[in-house]
């Protein structure tokens, strides 16, 4: 296999298994717990993130590396901007670039794709809010991936996404049946059983492609 | 409403994180240790109290189609303020802290008591409200910090614990509890202990 291929499964292999951006860095909790609950809108809200994610990952890679990184701004020659940090402005510029994003691409399909929109409509503005989302983002930044590790990252850690979702509505259907103490159902089993979920994964973590 | 059940009402019967399942993520990734916990807390306390209080203020002017956004851009502007005084003052912890600082952004607790409560209220309501709401989110905080701390690392607020005798005869911590799925389960227990205490069941 040719190296840079192994690269990008590596990295790929690690954001959905390894480091499965739910169930090691616990982000977009939220829409997990809250819509777990059936099996078509967690494969929903999991598409959206993936669907999401790849899109805003990119865009804000090119934000940070032609306006927030130190001299990122030497591509408008003019001498002056040629020192200026401005990666404290890292958050909002990411927070703006993602609710923007999921606006537009809100009003794109639902304009070209009605079908996808029926799909993913819903769920697309609590996706902004998500924190999976924005600390992709900030992962990407963290890690000063190149652009197309951005792209592999942001579409294979939106898929871990999918794949605990997904696992969890599964769990959770067959749990309608299952008596359970009065405090534990909801919320308490669910965690319960994410941290079940966890350990499943962690066996993933001895693996090195 | 009255203002002392404001104040309370966070608290224990319709607390943020076991009740209005708000602001999970956070509260699991960073109760390694307690000290970061207690960090967290502050740092959400000064951006939810801050950003109730300025939303409530501006809530006449804020135009109801685009206030997701405007609402994201105050909490926004807070956070990297807040990330900037951690880092600035304890360097340390807030490299530990790593992305979790910033996520308070998407910290649903914060949007959902700007959006919720502050947007409908005066501002009074609204500040007691955003201090109520994170101190509710602290106690299940520490308290999960707490037992991760203890059970996973023997010591609490980095005190041991654990007299040496007690490693010499074979006591081992249990590693499982600073991992991801310690967390998930410590929370689950703490929210089954807390929903049977107020009573409510979940359909």
Redesign the interface.
């Known amino acids: 296999m040719p190296e840079f291929l192994e690269h990008y499964l590596s990295l790929a292999a690690k954001a959905i298994f390894i480091e499965n951006i739910l169930?090691?860095?616990?982000?977009?909790?939220?829409s997990f717990?809250?819509l777990s609950n059936k099996v078509e809108t967690a494969s929903g809200i999991g598409k959206a993130v993936i669907f999401v994610n790849t899109i805003t990952v990119p865009l804000n890679w090119f934000i940070k590396n032609y306006l927030l990184d130190p001299g990122a701004l030497t591509w408008t020659g003019i001498a002056a901007f040629a020192n200026v940090d401005l990666r404290?402005?890292?958050?909002?510029a990411f927070?703006?670039t993602i609710?923007a994003a999921v606006q537009l691409v809100e009003m794109v399909i639902d304009r070209f794709s009605p079908s996808l929109y029926n799909q993913l409509g819903i769920f697309l503005?609590l996706i902004?809010?998500?924190?999976a989302?924005?600390?992709s983002s900030?992962?990407m930044q963290?890690r000063d991936y190149t652009f197309p590790e951005a792209v592999v990252f942001a579409s294979s850690s939106g898929f871990g996404f999918y794949l605990a979702i997904l696992t969890m509505s599964t769990i959770r259907y067959k749990l309608r049946y299952s008596k359970i103490?009065?405090?534990?159902?909801?919320?308490?089993?669910?965690?319960?059983l994410?941290?079940?979920l966890?350990?499943a994964f962690?066996s993933f973590s001895g693996i090195n492609l | 409403m009255l203002r002392n059940k404001i104040f309370t009402d966070p608290l224990m019967d319709n607390n943020p994180i076991?009740r209005q399942?708000?602001?999970?993520?956070?509260a699991?990734?960073v109760t390694v240790k307690v000290e970061l916990a207690i960090v967290m807390t502050l740092a959400l306390t000064f951006v939810l109290t801050m950003s109730n209080t300025l939303v409530s203020i501006f809530r006449k002017q804020i135009p109801h189609n685009v206030r997701?956004?405007v609402q994201?851009?105050i909490i926004?502007?807070l956070?990297?303020l807040a990330?900037?005084m951690l880092k600035g003052f304890m360097y340390d912890v807030s490299k530990e802290l790593?992305?979790f600082v910033?996520?308070i952004?998407?910290?649903?607790i914060v949007?959902g008591r700007a959006d919720g409560f502050a947007m409908n209220n005066n501002v009074k309501d609204s500040f007691i409200d955003g201090f109520a709401n994170s101190l509710g989110y602290g106690i299940i905080l520490v308290l999960v910090a707490i037992f991760r701390e203890f059970l996973g690392s023997g010591t609490i607020y980095g005190i041991t614990i654990f007299p040496e005798s007690l490693y010499a005869n074979g006591y081992i911590d249990n590693g499982?509890m600073l991992?991801?799925?310690?967390?998930?389960?410590v929370?689950?227990?703490i929210?089954?202990?807390?929903?049977?205490v107020t009573g409510?069941?979940?359909?």
């Not at chain 1, 103490?181 to 319960?192: E, H, S, W």
């Open positions: 169930l090691a860095y616990f982000l977009g909790m939220c717990l809250g404290f402005l890292t958050f909002i927070i703006a609710a503005p902004a809010v998500n924190c989302i924005l600390g900030i992962f963290q103490p009065n405090g534990l159902k909801g919320l308490g089993i669910t965690m319960i994410t941290g079940l966890a350990i962690l | 076991t399942v708000l602001g999970i993520c956070s699991l990734a997701i956004i994201l851009t926004a502007s956070v990297v990330d900037l790593s992305v910033a996520l952004i998407t910290n649903c949007l499982l991992l991801a799925p310690g967390a998930f389960i929370l689950g227990l929210i089954w202990v807390q929903r049977t409510f069941v979940e359909e």
